[in-house]
């Protein structure tokens, strides 16, 4: 997800620069700053990503006389204040703290875009299982070991709502441990070893790894797989960016996608297009997050930790 951020990143300061260049000379240069919220996005390293966006940042500066920021925030709820107190334009954040600050977020957005890795709009979550493991329903997970990728939140986010429905039972008793990967086609493969019971995955990555091992195909089954309401990295203008500087961001997108030097950038992050969307597609999303509320609410009340045998 870091890739996406690369890219929302690098585009950003290719708009503000097109916006400050069309204003009035000035003897000092503008400023513009993106808030970037780390925790959760750990597909490369941290140290790669600050590099990749200081060379973006030095170029603009000489070629476009202007300062570009990006503040990098490791605490969420210093991250979405300064965002409420417009300290920076442009947020982006894995999808997961959106849902846990969407009233205060929604409150301060103007515009929404989001990256996709393929023609689909969303994406969706599978728990895998190896088919020689008997396991043949989340009941069969009990004292079990599964796996998800370490910042794939929306990911534990699923395992917990679907034991909270179908169950009534909480992950953190129900399962023998809940293990943490870096990559997700690890967890893949630890199932597929037999190292693991079970994992959590985008969709889009397990088919991925059946194209590069057709063996997976006939070694793990679907156990559970979610509908197509999950969405990659987001970014979120604040409702005090001008619009003009919007409408620069919808050209230099356009223009992304549309020029040899665009695509290869495209390929580079392993994206297919970035789009703007609209708040009332994340309704889906929205009514699964506020399902698993509910649901844990309910859960703690009982204070029960049982389910049904």
Same mark, same amino acid.
């Not at 195909?217 to 970014?235: G, N, Q």
């Given at each position: 997800?870091? =890739?996406?951020?690369?890219?929302?990143?690098?585009?950003?300061?290719?708009?503000?620069?097109?916006?400050?260049?069309?204003?009035?000379?000035?003897? =000092?240069?503008?400023?513009?700053?993106?808030?970037?919220?780390?925790?959760?996005?750990?597909?490369?390293?941290?140290?790669?990503?600050?590099? @990749?966006?200081?060379?973006?940042?030095?170029?603009?500066?000489?070629?476009?006389?202007?300062?570009?920021?990006?503040?990098?925030? %490791?605490?969420?709820?210093?991250? #979405?204040?300064?965002?409420?107190?417009? $300290?920076?334009?442009?947020?982006?954040?894995?999808?997961?703290?959106?849902?846990?600050?969407?009233?205060?977020?929604? @409150?301060?957005?103007? %515009?929404?875009?989001? @990256?996709?890795?393929?023609? &689909?709009?969303?994406?969706?979550?599978?728990?895998?299982?190896?088919?020689? $493991?008997?396991?043949?329903?989340? &009941?069969?997970?009990?004292?079990?070991?599964?796996?998800?990728?370490?910042?794939?939140?929306?990911?534990?986010?699923?395992?917990?709502?679907?034991?909270?429905?179908?169950?009534?039972?909480?992950?953190?008793?129900?399962?023998? $441990?809940?293990?943490?990967?870096?990559?997700?086609?690890?967890?893949?493969? &630890?199932?597929?070893?037999?190292?693991?019971?079970?994992?959590?995955?985008?969709?889009?990555?397990?088919?991925?790894?059946?194209?590069?091992?057709?063996?997976l195909s006939s070694e793990l089954s679907?156990? =559970?797989?979610?509908?197509?309401?999950?969405?990659?990295?987001? @970014?979120?203008?604040?409702?005090?960016?001008?619009? /003009?500087? #919007?409408?620069?961001?919808?050209?230099?997108?356009?223009?992304?996608? /549309?020029?040899?030097?665009?695509?290869?950038?495209?390929?580079?992050?392993?994206?297919? =297009?970035?789009?703007?969307?609209?708040?009332?597609?994340?309704?889906?999303?929205?009514?699964?997050?506020?399902?698993?509320?509910?649901?844990?609410?309910?859960?703690?009340? $009982?204070k029960t930790g049982s389910y049904n045998?």
């Amino acid at each position: 997800m870091l =890739k996406n951020l690369f890219l929302f990143s690098f585009i950003f300061t290719l708009f503000i620069g097109n916006s400050l260049v069309a204003k009035e000379e000035s003897t =000092k240069s503008a400023k513009a700053t993106m808030g970037y919220l780390v925790e959760g996005l750990h597909d490369i390293k941290f140290k790669d990503a600050r590099i @990749a966006f200081s060379l973006w940042i030095k170029e603009l500066s000489i070629n476009e006389d202007m300062d570009v920021g990006i503040k990098y925030y %490791e605490n969420e709820e210093e991250c #979405i204040e300064d965002f409420e107190s417009a $300290s920076f334009e442009y947020l982006a954040l894995n999808a997961y703290f959106y849902l846990k600050h969407q009233s205060r977020i929604d @409150a301060n957005a103007k %515009e929404y875009w989001v @990256a996709t890795k393929s023609e &689909k709009r969303f994406t969706n979550r599978v728990i895998l299982v190896n088919k020689k $493991s008997g396991i043949k329903s989340l &009941k069969d997970l009990k004292n079990r070991t599964v796996m998800s990728r370490e910042d794939d939140y929306l990911g534990r986010l699923v395992l917990d709502k679907e034991l909270l429905e179908e169950l009534g039972a909480d992950s953190s008793s129900f399962f023998k $441990s809940s293990l943490k990967s870096a990559k997700s086609s690890t967890a893949i493969l &630890k199932v597929y070893f037999s190292t693991v019971d079970a994992c959590v995955v985008p969709e889009y990555m397990f088919k991925f790894m059946q194209e590069m091992n057709p063996k997976l195909s006939s070694e793990l089954s679907v156990l =559970k797989r979610t509908p197509d309401i999950f969405l990659p990295v987001m @970014a979120v203008f604040h409702k005090t960016t001008p619009t /003009s500087s #919007i409408d620069s961001f919808h050209r230099n997108v356009a223009t992304l996608e /549309s020029t040899p030097r665009g695509q290869n950038i495209l390929a580079l992050f392993k994206m297919h =297009k970035m789009r703007v969307v609209d708040v009332k597609e994340f309704d889906g999303l929205r009514e699964y997050y506020q399902e698993y509320l509910h649901l844990s609410k309910a859960y703690k009340k $009982s204070k029960t930790g049982s389910y049904n045998e």
